[in-house]
């Protein structure tokens, strides 16, 4: 069977990219990726599996893991009202 599209250039660009890191044409690497979504549709994204209690589960853990961004949390101190006004007046 043979199907036409039309990409986006950006989309074009980075299909062929893919193709090229993979070292086959980009038929080939279509193929397969048409392929494996088909037949091992387990394999898709997460966001497309989970559910909403599911994704909000899996953000408020992100937002809740302080070692994922390697950034330690800020004090309570620098975002309290006192210390947020004390800087405006110190500055006029």
Known sequence: ???????????EAHLIAQAAAKGVSVETYLESVIEDGLINPEQTSCYQTLTEQEWNSELMDLINSP??????????????????????????
């Open 1 to 11: 069977m043979t199907i036409t599209l039309q990409l986006k250039p950006e989309v």
């Open 67 to 92: 070692a994922f961004f390697g950034t330690p949390p800020l004090a309570d101190t620098a975002v309290d009202r006192e210390s947020i006004y004390t800087r405006e007046d110190e500055m006029l």
